[in-house]
């Protein structure tokens, strides 16, 4: 058997065996490269998170659709108050839809919230800030002002959430 590798810059960069009509595996968008926290490889899954303004008794929301490049969670905090977490659930590597959060406490009022995508760092599967880190949005290695700064700024989106 031989296993034809593209080039860098070039192809797709799937492996193509002889014969094989072999896609690739990796759904992220050309260009753009999700860095995850400490550096580390991951699954070559384009991170993003997508969270629609919702209603509700209060007790649960649910996130659209994650985009997971690693394990991790969807960690829920209202707007403005991202040191306090009202609720979070985990996410498996790949894309997720539907993704139904628990809170810890009902919201007793209509609440703009903030749903952030963090990665399971200390691998034992249960959300923790401190353990935890927050998942930095895709860097698209196209655009020219493009510089290390922008790891910093988190995958997430924010939704008004309406009781009723």
């Known amino acids: 058997m031989v296993v034809l590798l593209s080039a860098c810059g070039s192809g797709d960069g799937a492996p193509v065996a002889d014969g094989d009509d072999v896609s690739p595996s990796s759904p992220a968008t050309a260009g753009q490269t999700t860095a995850l926290p400490g550096g580390e490889a991951g699954s070559g899954q384009q991170a993003d998170l997508e969270f629609e303004d919702q209603s509700g008794d209060g007790s649960t929301v649910v996130v659209d659709t994650v985009s997971a490049p690693e394990g991790g969670f ?24 539907d993704v139904e959060v628990s809170l810890d406490q009902p919201l007793g009022a209509d609440t703009d919230l903030v749903a952030t995508l963090w990665a399971d760092s200390d691998r034992d599967g249960s959300f923790d800030p401190e353990a935890d880190e927050v998942v930095p949005a895709p860097i698209d290695g196209g655009d020219a002002g493009d510089d290390v700064s922008e790891l910093s700024d988190p995958v997430q989106d924010d939704a008004r959430y309406t009781l009723g």
């Open 74 to 97: 969807v960690v829920l905090t209202a707007d403005g108050a991202d040191d306090v977490v009202l609720g979070w659930a985990d996410v498996q590597v790949g894309t997720s839809s």
